[in-house]
């Protein structure tokens, strides 16, 4: 061994304990502990609402075993009618956290601390699968008829020749001409490290560097954290890391170019097709899985890129994939029947023609027009039979329709035309702001990495970067909870651009590509190094020692230049994690005096409910909160966060934003107690809008001929409508809160208020108890077989009434429906724009019936109600919004409010002061006169002892001096 190869050797060694022993393992330690902030905070709690279903369903399966789970059918939820979990769920995470209790943790880990760890555990894995596909699509290629990479424009048609002849030529006399001025391409000429050996590769650099770099981003970008924080116990977080193996492997079947002819790709294919296996059976997000595999392998048949290696790799992962997936029950034939997942299957199919016209061209050694002609007759012929085949099935009913959320990400609108999937935020277009604070400065550099892979780092592999980046960033830019998808990407993306850059001064410095597996170059480099310092001893010394200083020099500019942003992503990072730790039914809050307390008034509700209401009783709320009270109150709810039931969703908000008589009539048969969340923010009042549209979308007497129900809502901060002030959600949420709102004491009874004000729970009387026992009687359930398990139950004699006024809520994608509902499509579409503008909507009763039924009139306020009102000395929205109507002289906008909203005339502020003291104050004789026709007594006192008669002289003195 030489000098310079034992040189080469130590540093090469040296490169690969940093790499690997290092930086490596301090990512993963990075990517865990930053995920384990919420447990340190707040213990093993399981966080946000799916997460409790997903934990009940996990105690459900460890409890009973898989064969009960898969034929479970659960009758606590969707009262009355229940659910079969068991073939509505995806399972894979349940089996996961499961197989992990009992074969890896055992009874050193509770069941619940387990299903807490996993967001954090596998959290990593999708970081170090990031760290893969960002090495496989930076490794060259290794074929003897390709180069190392290339562009995306070598394989356009008529722009490949133009960049072949004028382009390349250019570029490599550019390069030719920094190597005689400088002694060195400063490595940026392509050269493959590797073997010529289409399945071996060695772990050299840059594609090393590139891949730890990625690693660091995806470890604590907030993308990925915000769906993988401990106590996140949602699909997402198993779903990540299961996409991105599915994703590096997809890529490693491609690996080493099209020439490269392998029986690898087989077990690639298949490997790939079982990793997405365990995608399909984690979370619904696979059908985005398949189909951007299916588009790669189609834009590289598009782009000339076909080979028997794509095609062997295609066809083992559909092949796999497609029939592993159809033993998920929840999916079953989809693969095969839904237009969301046809579209790989065509990939499929025609990249069986492809590879017949190939193995017959091989065969018969045809030319080029022979070739042409048989594969325009075999694909004339066969695209003849596949319509037939189309048209037959497509008439038959075969094909599922396109679901409402899928749907939403390609129409023009940024509403699906569905009010329930509208209604949900997650589900709302992305803001450019949002990729900001997401992707923090990745979002910056990751379209620079787009660019180099498109135009400089372009072959079969890394094409999958660009196919999956321009996927993610349209999606999110749809719905703002894909910014999740674009976490690898980026990530990858921005691996490339600092990767590429680290392991170019890394080149230029040492004057080699460190790699793990070549670490020493052959005698004969030596001797040629030796002979090349004989002839040219001044070009040997001065010019390589004269870049070296350059490049050591851009080296530390781009360190001090570049070190503060990175470190200022960490710390962000860092900051939003904190914000992300913090569960939604657990929070930190401040008091008035300053002392920050824990919120814990959710949980304090469902403990309520399970210790002091019976086993049997049934929890009527809206239905985010379903799994929450079933997992941690263990009581029947009425609707949960599976939405599978437009119909049913839209009579429970039927119930809670009619009147209160009306949400009674419905309420009696269906639960025992109501629920709502209350005390501001996010809270049952602030998304009651969106409750009104689902239950008009379904009976339509509610909003005649407004299918947004504007007529629902606040007509000024803190004073809600007529329609919203008549509802039975507002009584609840506002009962003995606002001045003059009260629950009917013969309907429902105050029974809980949590300690902050957050959670309220009411009991239900005149219960019809008949109802509730036809649901329990088993003779009433509608089995599929006799004897079955799938037995649905139904809704009681007593509902039929109310349930004849429902139209069914019919998606605009359903062809296979008979009905259609374009009106009321368009009418909702037109509405929320002109809601969206600001414009006024008019409304037409449908009929006389329905103006009558829904006439509501506010009851005359007696002198009791007046004198408890008075009493009330609080400020809030209310206040604030009448005191701001008289101090900027909107009179006509006041007479609209006081003449709805009567008891707002007699409200006090903290202080004292209400709308005649303000009056008064402004001398508005206007306002004055109004307020004492509505009965405002002028002879009241505020804290200071004043009225306002005091205040009312003291102005018109003042205006009397002006």
């Known amino acids: 061994m030489t000098m310079s190869s034992s040189i080469r050797l130590l540093v090469s060694l040296a490169w690969a304990y940093l790499c690997f022993c290092k930086i490596l393992p301090r990512i993963a330690l990075e990517a865990y502990k930053i995920r384990l902030l919420a447990i340190e905070e707040y213990g093993p709690i399981i966080h946000e609402f799916d997460p409790y279903f997903n934990f009940r369903a996990t105690e459900y399966l460890y409890e009973h075993g898989a064969k009960k789970f898969f034929t479970w059918f659960d009758y606590m939820v969707w009262y009355p009618l229940g659910r079969p979990v068991g073939t509505t769920i995806y399972p894979g995470m349940q089996f996961t956290a499961v197989w992990i209790k009992n074969y890896i943790v055992g009874d050193n880990m509770s069941l619940n601390d387990v299903c807490c760890y996993i967001p954090a555990w596998f959290g990593v894995i999708a970081t170090l699968c990031t760290c893969l596909i960002a090495y496989e699509c930076s490794l060259p290629v290794v074929s003897d008829t390709e180069e190392a990479f290339g562009s995306i424009f070598e394989n356009i048609p008529l722009v490949g020749y133009i960049y072949r002849k004028i382009v390349l030529p250019a570029l490599d006399g550019i390069i030719t001409g920094v190597e005689k001025l400088f002694g060195t391409d400063f490595g940026l000429r392509h050269r493959s490290t590797a073997p010529k050996s289409g399945d071996y590769v060695d772990l050299s650099s840059p594609a090393v560097e590139i891949a730890l770099v990625a690693g660091m981003v995806m470890s604590i970008v907030p993308a990925h954290l915000m769906r993988s924080m401990g106590g996140g116990y949602d699909n997402e977080s198993v779903a990540m890391a299961a996409m991105t193996m599915t994703f590096y492997l997809w890529t490693r079947s491609l690996r080493g170019g099209m020439d490269v002819v392998s029986n690898w790709a087989w077990f690639w294919g298949a490997a790939t097709g079982i990793a997405y296996f365990n995608m399909v059976a984690a979370w619904g997000g696979y059908v985005f899985v398949v189909n ?74 045809l030319s080029k027009k022979d070739t042409f002609k048989f594969a325009f007759n075999f694909f004339g012929f066969a695209a003849v039979l596949m319509l037939a085949v189309v048209f037959f099935f497509a008439s038959s009913g075969y094909f599922r329709p396109i679901t409402s959320r899928v749907r939403g990400l390609f129409v023009k609108h940024t509403k699906t035309g569905n009010p329930l999937v509208d209604s949900v935020a997650e589900h709302q277009p992305a803001k450019s702001s949002a990729y900001k604070q997401y992707l923090d400065n990745a979002s910056v550099v990751a379209p620079i990495g787009f660019a180099l892979v498109a135009l400089r780092y372009f072959h079969d592999s890394s094409s999958f970067l660009l196919v999956y980046g321009l996927a993610t960033y349209f999606f999110s830019l749809k719905m703002v909870r894909l910014i999740l998808l674009t976490a690898p990407i980026a990530s990858a993306f921005t691996g490339i651009v600092v990767g590429r850059l680290i392991g170019l001064f890394l080149y230029n410095i040492i004057g080699f590509v460190p790699s793990l597996l070549q670490l020493v170059e052959s005698e004969n480099d030596d001797k040629k190094k030796k002979s090349s310092q004989e002839e040219k001893p001044k070009a040997a010394i001065i010019r390589p020692i004269l870049c070296k200083v350059m490049v050591l020099a851009l080296s530390y500019f781009s360190v001090v230049e570049f070190a503060p942003e990175a470190l200022a992503f960490y710390e962000r990072s860092h900051s939003i994690s904190q914000h992300l730790s913090s569960p939604t039914i657990l929070q930190k809050g401040q008091l008035k005096s300053g002392k920050t307390v824990v919120v814990d008034d959710y949980r304090d509700c469902y403990w309520w409910i399970r210790d002091n209401t019976p086993q049997d009783s049934r929890i009527m709320a809206w239905w985010d909160y379903g799994y929450q009270l079933t997992a941690i109150a263990n009581r029947t709810t009425v609707a949960d966060g599976n939405t599978w039931n437009h119909e049913h969703i839209a009579l429970l908000a039927r119930a809670l934003t009619s009147s209160e008589k009306e949400g009674h009539r419905i309420a009696r048969h269906l639960a025992d107690y109501v629920l709502v969340w209350a005390g501001g923010g996010g809270d049952d009042l602030a998304k009651s809008p969106h409750l009104a549209r689902i239950a008009n979308s379904v009976y339509r007497s509610m909003c005649p001929d407004d299918p947004v129900c504007s007529q629902f809502g606040m007509v000024a901060q803190g004073v809600p409508s007529k329609m919203m002030r008549e509802s039975l959600l507002y009584k609840l949420h506002s009962h003995k809160i606002q001045p003059g709102v009260t629950t009917d004491p013969n309907r429902f ?196 002892g004043l009225s306002p008669l005091d205040l009312y002289s003291r102005s018109s003195k003042t205006n009397n001096e002006l």
Request: aromatic share 12%; net charge positive; hydrophobic share 35%.
């Open 292 to 365: 951007l595999i299916g588009v790669h392998a189609a834009v590289l048949v598009l782009l000339g890129r076909y080979s028997t290696k794509l095609y062997r790799s295609y066809t083992t992962f559909y092949v796999v994939g497609t029939f592993l997936a159809i033993q998920v029950p929840v999916v079953g034939w989809a693969p095969l029947k839904s237009l969301e997942q046809l579209g790989p299957c065509a990939v499929f199919v025609g990249f069986q023609l492809l590879e017949i016209v190939a193995v017959v061209k091989r065969r018969n050694n």
């Open 749 to 944: 009874r105050e029974m809980f208020t949590s300690r902050y004000g957050k959670c309220r729970v009411f009991k239900v009387l005149s219960v019809s108890e008949e109802s509730k026992k036809w649901v329990a009687d088993p003779a009433n359930k509608d089995c599929d077989v006799e004897g079955g398990w799938y037995c649905r139950g139904q809704y009681p004699p007593g509902m039929q009434k109310i349930l004849k006024e429902k139209k069914d809520f019919s998606q605009l994608e359903d062809f296979n429906s008979g009905e259609k509902d374009n009106e009321y499509q368009e009418k909702y579409f037109e509405n929320l724009e002109k809601k969206k503008r600001g414009e006024k909507i008019s409304t037409t009763k449908s009929s006389a019936d329905n103006a009558a039924k829904k006439q509501w009139k506010p009851e005359p306020l007696s002198p009791s109600v007046i004198e408890e009102i008075n009493k009330e000395w609080a400020d809030n929205p209310s206040t604030v919004t009448i005191w701001e109507m008289i101090s900027d002289g909107r009179v006509q906008e006041l007479f609209q409010v006081l003449y709805q909203y009567p008891e707002l005339a007699h409200i006090r502020s903290e202080d004292g002061r209400g709308p005649l003291f303000w009056a008064s104050e402004f001398g508005d004789d206007r306002v004055i006169k109004m307020l004492k026709k509505l009965g405002v007594r002028d002879d009241v006192k505020d804290a200071k």
